[in-house]
């Protein structure tokens, strides 16, 4: 792997085009080039993660109805308010977002202090009407991929999941 350096400015844009937690620069800039992923030794052979669609979508599919989010001025309250009405949706499936994590940083908690010592500035807030923390400290574009990554792993169908990302 050889280093570069890059202009702040350049580093920005290529850092603004990721498209989920812990995609690396290399594989933004292949997916902005138009080049395919270097060929590697075959691994050993696993069977891909499936998630069971969801049948039951009222929650989330109201509060992007209901025009709420749209009222809200700052992305920090409607990441909130998406968080908040996932959790109520499905408290279970929700417990995933601990897992959901960047290069040094945890998302999400159920203990606020976990988040300050992961990383410098964290701003931890408690999730409306549930027993986590997350970060608040982001960018809409990452708080956007939090959500996105977090709405998969709860089984939500890849047409919504934009949809909810876009109303951040």
């Not at 350049?10 to 060929?39: F, K, W």
């Not at 409607?78 to 960047?102: H, N, P, S």
């Not at 010592?117 to 408690?126: D, E, I, L, Q």
């Amino acid at each position: 792997m050889k280093t570069i350096e890059l202009d702040d400015d350049l580093y920005l844009y290529i850092a603004s085009q990721t498209r989920h937690i812990g995609e690396s620069a290399s594989d933004i800039l292949r997916r902005l080039l138009g080049q395919s992923a270097p060929v590697t030794a075959p691994g050993p052979a696993t069977a891909p993660e499936k998630v069971a669609p969801r049948v039951q979508q009222e929650g989330i599919v109201a509060l992007l109805e209901s025009g709420e989010l749209a009222q809200e001025e700052r992305s920090i309250q409607r990441f909130m308010l998406v968080l908040g009405t996932l959790y109520q949706e499905d408290a279970a499936a929700f417990t995933q977002a601990t897992e959901i994590k960047g290069r040094k940083r945890m998302y999400f908690s159920r203990d606020p202090d976990a988040l300050r010592a992961s990383g410098s500035t964290t701003k931890p807030k408690p999730v409306p009407g549930t027993p986590f923390w997350v970060i608040t400290n982001t960018n809409t574009s990452r708080k956007q991929n939090i959500v996105a990554q977090l709405m998969s792993s709860m089984g939500y169908d890849e047409a919504l999941v934009a949809r909810v990302c876009a109303a951040i």
